[in-house]
């Protein structure tokens, strides 16, 4: 979506002090400018989405695909090294160790035999075995938090394929329960309408009435004076053909700042005009700003969410358009360590005394990381 910069429409007063402006001027102000904040969140959300898709396609994806491709190299490696003559017992149990925790880490190993073969030769259970009781387990777990059966436990070969099922099922059951609220509200506002006096009634549909007025009445001036068909000059006629499409658009979304925006460009409407506005014509628009605030909240944390899900970027702190690209350069650098690292395993594996050296290394790590972990875990207790 394609938004207009902040706003500089400001409602002033004699004096030009905030004291002299009514509620209704300050809300006004208040609303505008929290619109456009907003609005520009979103104009640097797309400013980034171009880059940061760049980076992330032409960088971040093909270092993780080359990062699985060199684990799987490594753990295969590694399996057909425990048979080497030339390691000693305690180097084949470290062997042993790394390839049944490297194969474990990638999760998934239903669609490759190899890998599976290596985790079931190296780890002390079986991998189809271990899958379907885990399986079984969250299933279990599942079925009662969704209140639903989820099928057999045979359907599913790991639990991601259990978990994106679940995800569909839970999905259509909110989009089920979303509608019967809807419709539940619906009826609560049919009966709450025929129980309304008809004098309420007939306030709340004249308020409707004057707000859908107030938007025709500048549309209707817009839509005159940007007509394209008026304009002899080819380039104003496309920059009005543009402009009257911007103006339908936010017709259509009651997007009333955009709207006495281009009042303002066309010098339809001055600051003068805005100010000698009556409170009961600022109280519609409130009424129409606020609905657009709401509106634009929602886009921002679509926004935000389409970063942190849909590329699987998970920072500590809130992503904001400001943070979202160093982030990303930040996981390009760690990613492309973790390769050099894999890279630099991999040669020890090609002459037997790095190979040694290298285990021994690996299991010195080991048995500082189980250390670290039984102190954590002892301190917990206290």
Do not use: C
Not at 27 to 56: H, K, S, Y
Not at 236 to 245: D, Y
Not at 280 to 286: A, G, P, S
């Amino acid at each position: 979506m394609s938004v207009s910069p902040t706003s500089t429409i400001v409602l002033g007063a004699s004096g030009s002090s905030d004291a002299q402006l009514s509620r209704e001027q300050q809300t006004f102000n208040t609303l505008v400018g929290q619109i456009g904040q907003r609005r520009e969140v979103l104009l640097a959300w797309e400013r980034v989405v171009p880059d940061f898709q760049q980076a992330f396609s032409g960088q971040l994806l093909p270092l993780r695909e080359a990062a699985d491709a060199l684990s799987r190299r490594l753990i295969l490696a590694l399996d057909a090294q425990f048979d080497n003559a030339a390691l000693s017992s305690a180097d084949r149990r470290t062997v042993s160790s790394l390839v049944a925790s490297l194969a474990g880490e990638r999760g998934d190993l239903s669609d490759d035999e190899a890998l599976k073969t290596a985790f079931n030769r190296h780890s002390a259970s079986d991998y189809d075995e271990d899958a379907a009781e885990e399986v079984a387990t969250m299933k279990a777990e599942l079925e009662e938090l969704l209140g639903q059966s989820l099928g057999r436990d045979e359907d599913f070969r790991s639990t991601g394929e259990l978990l994106r099922h679940a995800r569909r099922l839970w999905t259509n059951q909110q989009a089920q329960e979303a509608a019967r609220k809807e419709a539940r509200a619906e009826r609560r506002a049919e009966r709450a309408k025929a129980k309304k006096p008809a004098a309420s009634l007939q306030r709340r549909e004249a308020l409707q009435a004057e707000l859908n007025q107030s938007l025709r009445e500048i549309y209707r001036k817009l839509a005159s004076a940007l007509h394209p068909d008026r304009e002899q000059d080819p380039e104003l006629k496309l920059r009005k053909t543009a402009m009257l499409q911007a103006v339908n658009q936010a017709y259509d979304k009651q997007d009333l700042l955009h709207l006495l925006e281009v009042q303002i460009e066309l010098q339809q409407l001055d600051r003068n005009g805005l100010n000698d506005l009556g409170d009961d014509r600022l109280r519609h628009y409130n009424k129409l700003l606020r609905e657009q605030l709401e509106e634009l909240e929602q886009e921002v944390t679509q926004a935000e969410g389409q970063f942190a899900n849909g590329y699987g970027i998970r920072p500590l702190q809130r992503l904001t358009p400001e943070t979202a690209l160093a982030l990303l350069r930040q996981e390009i650098a760690r990613q492309a360590g973790i390769n050099s690292a894999i890279e630099f395993d991999l040669a020890q594996l090609g002459n037997i005394k790095l190979f040694k050296q290298w285990l021994k290394e690996k299991k010195r790590r080991m048995k500082d990381a189980g250390r670290e972990r039984w102190e954590l875990d002892a301190g917990s207790a206290y």
